[in-house]
């Protein structure tokens, strides 16, 4: 019996004065036919509208975090990366938009990866199972 399998994301957005183009990213992922995400944000200390702008939407889905002061892009890049708590990560920048079927392409092929391989493990542990059973001790167990 095979069980449904649905991947989950963290889209993970850091970043600095974007204000002017942070509400369309966001919408942009709110949008996706597919639902089964959270949006992180990492906020480097902006000095323009861009929390202010993030703070507009209400979608408990998106989770912002404020630094002190301006830590860096990489270490933004890293610490925005850490705070995410799907299985899978995309990352955004803050003046890029997702077409609304991004997560769904990708949910789909992560299913049809993940089917792929189970049944190749299968596979190859049945003919290691029959043809090398000195390799698994399968040899032993069936006496």
């Known amino acids: 019996m095979s069980q449904s399998y649905e991947p989950s994301f963290s889209v993970c957005i850091p970043i600095y004065n974007h204000g ?11 949008d996706q036919s597919y639902q089964n995400f959270e949006i992180v944000i990492a906020d480097n200390a902006s000095t323009d509208d861009s929390v202010a702008q993030i703070e507009k939407f209400k979608d408990p889905r ?3 975090y404020r630094n002190r002061y301006n830590i860096g892009f990489a270490p933004n890049l890293q610490r925005v990366t850490s705070y995410a708590s799907k299985d899978y990560l995309n ?9 609304p079927n991004t997560l769904e392409t990708y949910a789909k092929a992560i299913t049809s990866l993940k089917d792929f391989a189970r049944q190749r493990s299968t596979l190859v542990r049945r003919y290691v199972d029959e043809m090398a059973p000195e390799l698994t001790g399968a040899s032993r167990l069936r006496r």
């Open 91 to 99: 990352l955004l920048s803050s003046d890029d938009q997702m077409k």
């Open 20 to 30: 002017r183009f942070i509400s369309d990213t966001i919408q942009s992922v709110l």
């Open 62 to 64: 998106i989770k912002l």
